[in-house]
């Protein structure tokens, strides 16, 4: 099981930025996505965004525009660069890896995310 290391949250006020990084403990060699995913209080977890080692990325539309998704595959390292943040960005967020052959899908810890209004 690869480990995911999440960094990078913390409280901010609304408007502000925060970046979240997030490392794999190995080298990941097969086509995979890494991804964020995000879980406010009484809500179900949601995809915020996610990259394929190819580079190509999705976004929920709740976040276009504000958020940036990147990934450093020499390093197994995946970012998610959050600008113009809102109250409702308030949630723990999570660092996924999806691997398809055999599937396997690997989750952070969380980190914690406040926005305050």
């Known amino acids: 099981q690869v480990q995911l290391v999440e960094s990078g949250g913390g409280l901010v006020q609304a408007g502000g930025s925060l970046r979240l990084s997030c490392a794999a403990s190995e080298i990941i060699f097969s086509i995979n996505i890494m991804g964020w995913y995000r879980r406010a209080p009484g809500k179900q977890r949601e995809l915020v965004a996610s990259?394929?080692?190819?580079?190509?990325?999705n976004y929920a539309d709740s976040v276009k525009g504000r958020f940036t998704i990147s990934r450093d595959n020499a390093k197994n390292t995946v970012s998610l660069q959050m600008g113009s943040l809102k109250p409702e960005d308030t949630a723990t967020y999570y660092c996924n890896l999806k691997r398809f052959s055999p599937y396997r899908d690997d989750w952070g810890q969380g980190t914690q995310v406040t926005v305050s209004s």
């Open positions: 990259i394929n080692n190819a580079g190509t990325t």
